[in-house]
Structures are given as C-alpha cells and as structure tokens.
C-alpha cells in the first residue's frame, strides 16, 4: 500500500510527467522550487520581495495546468506543497480549478484555506475547467511545519484525522468533511 510520489519542482519534471507516471504513484509540486526554477529568480534575495518572484505567472500556473493534465490522464494523484496555497488565496482558486488532488499548508492558513477550497469548488466549471471526475475530492494536507511551530521539524501530515477521526489508509478527506 506504500506510494511514491516524485517531487516536481523543476521544469523539466513537467516536461517529463508522462515518464515519471510510468514509474511513481503521484506528483508533488513543490510550489517554491518550481517558482524559482521557472522564473529563473532566487527566493531567498531582496528582489525577490517585489512582483518578480510569484507563484500567479502565468508560466508557473501553465506548467502545474501540464503536469496535473497529464497526471490525470495517467491516473495518477498530485498535491502541491510550499508557500503559495498559504499565501495566495487566488493561487488556491486556481489550483482547484486545474484540478489539483492535495494541498499541503502552513498552519496558520489551515481554516481561511479549507473555507477558500469549499468555495471554489462550488464554483468550478463557472470560471475555469472542472475538477476531473476522478479527483473531486480535494484532500487538504497539513504541512510543512517548521520547528519553531511544534518543534519536531519540517514535514507533511494530513488533517484528515482531525476532520473525521482516525486517519484513513489513503489520507483522503472528502470535500464535505472540508
């Protein structure tokens, strides 16, 4: 029942979904990587403060619209972790709408997210294409938790356990329960 899921976080991931479904059970876009390798932009320098660094270029977007289609296609999940769904409310309208399976948040953004997905996955299909069939539910994963937060580190943890009890097997959560 163990899953691998390979990390896309460059371009050429993207470019190379279709071979990598071959060989892992899913994707996971590491939003703050992809940004930087696409836009060709350090995130960690001063510049990248102003516009120039952010994750709502159409480039980004057009790369996670690709690899979520071609996933999909292959029947395989993708999730999306790092900064972007926690500080971007209009990033977190678009991923529901490319269709993306899982989303891996900050902590602090964990309530005001969950109420944004809901929204727009009411509304999908009126502003942007709908979610694949397959993957309607959107499975909210909390994550990335630094140690200065709880202590223990970085890493992803799903919310499912706090939303319907005992965590599942596959770490689902089913947009109602959102």
Known sequence: GLEVHVMC???????????FANIFDGFSIGSNDLVQMTLGIDRNASYAASTAYNENDPSVKKLIREVIRVAHAEHKTVSICGQAPSDSPEFTDFLVQAGIDGISLNP?????????VAYAESTVGRSGA?????FLGLVVVLGLLGSAIIGIGAGCSDIAAELTGPRSADFTVSPAAI
Do not use: G, Q
């Open 9 to 19: 976080e460059i371009p050429s991931n993207v470019i190379l979904a279709k071979e």
């Open 130 to 134: 709908k979610t694949h069939p397959h």
């Open 108 to 116: 602090d953004a964990l309530l005001k997210t969950r109420e944004r």
